[in-house]
């Protein structure tokens, strides 16, 4: 055997090996929003039962804040082991790309997709002490009162700051941009009463819903979801094609070895398959997704594509 060929030889019996004895030690998990978040609750899931089928801790480490970009400017500068993961989702990973001139990050380039796990479905609501109850009402609110009414946000480039800026292009309105660093710190305020409305996961609103503390006015599906059936699209309500869906996957910081990227592919889809964990992801309101590792990144270059058109549409502009 030649030099080259066995030095090649030797790599792959290496990573083989790597890969079998992985992970040895805890794996870090960054989630990049707020405790109580629909990214926060998935990743604590995944966690859970990586752990169970893998044999080591994984561990998760919010890191909140600037629209999921520091959690996820942490995870590129990590050793690409193995041993940091980040929980990649539909603003950090789709959106940002669209509304920044620059990040500290390319999701493309400095990452390594492993899977997609659950979709995360957008849903418009209000403080239940609003007046409106349908979005017909809040238009017309919003038309005769420009920039006056506010909307919260989970953060500058997450989906729901872009849900609403689709709204509005759709709408024909303009409401006042109030971004928060989470779930918990923009609905404390909506329940407090001092922003008025906001979109974000049906995940993460149907709990305050079914309590009475939220009112939602749309969901922006095609249909109406399973989990709020009463409450009608936002396409059934005048606003035809109107969709917005969020995403929420694993990945590892680029050159993670191959054969650890294969081995946690392996992992999740067992997860994903597990009748016990299919129960409480639609528990929780989330959507299966299950896509193989190629699928997952060929579909988050389609979500970049997209999001940048709806940002250029609404001429949103995090810079």
Same mark, same amino acid.
Request: glycine content about 10%.
């Given at each position: ?11 792959? +019996?290496?990573? !083989?090996? +790597? ?13 990049? +929003? ?20 893998? !044999? ?24 690409a ?6 929980m990649?989702?539909?603003?950090? +990973? $789709? ?11 390319d ?10 796990? &659950? ?35 989970? &953060?500058?480039?997450?989906?729901s ?14 409401l006042?941009?109030?971004?928060f ?14 922003v ?32 709020l ?8 309500q $005048? ?54 590792? $190629? ?19 609404? !001429?949103?502009?995090?810079?």
């Amino acid at each position: 055997m030649s030099a080259p060929a066995f030095a090649a030889a030797l790599v792959l +019996f290496c990573a !083989g090996a +790597f890969a079998q004895t992985y992970p040895e030690r805890p794996v870090k998990v960054i989630v990049p +929003f707020t405790p109580g978040s629909a990214t926060d609750i998935l990743g604590r899931l995944a966690s859970e039962q990586l752990a169970k089928s893998l !044999g080591r801790p994984f561990v998760v480490e919010n890191r909140p804040g600037a629209g999921g970009i520091p959690g996820t400017e942490a995870a590129r500068n990590a050793p690409a082991d193995g041993y940091t993961l980040i929980m990649c989702t539909s603003g950090p +990973f $789709g959106i940002n790309p669209a509304i920044y001139s620059k990040l500290p990050y390319d999701p493309v380039r400095d990452f390594e997709p492993i899977a997609n796990l &659950g979709l995360t479905p957008q849903a418009i609501v209000v403080g239940a002490q609003q007046p409106w109850r349908t979005l017909a009402e809040l238009v017309a609110a919003a038309k005769a009162r420009p920039g006056e009414i506010a909307y919260a946000s989970l &953060g500058v480039g997450t989906t729901s700051h872009l849900t609403m800026e689709a709204f509005q292009n759709a709408a024909g309105i303009k409401l006042n941009h109030v971004p928060f660093k989470g779930t918990s710190d923009a609905q404390a305020q909506i329940l407090g009463g001092n922003v008025p409305m906001m979109s974000d996961t049906i995940s993460g609103v149907l709990a305050q819903v079914k309590g009475g503390k939220l009112r939602a006015l749309g969901v922006a599906i095609p249909q109406r979801s399973r989990h709020l059936p009463e409450v009608p699209t936002v396409a059934e309500q $005048g606003f035809a094609g109107f969709e917005s869906v969020g995403w929420i996957g694993l990945c590892a910081p680029a050159k993670t070895p191959a054969a650890v990227l294969e081995r946690l592919d392996a992992a999740t889809r067992t997860m994903l398959a597990d009748p016990s964990v299919k129960e409480r992801l639609d528990a929780l309101a989330f959507e299966p997704a299950g896509q193989s590792r $190629g699928a997952f990144a060929a579909f988050m270059k389609a979500e970049i594509a997209k999001w940048t058109q709806v940002a250029r549409a609404a !001429g949103a502009k995090a810079d």
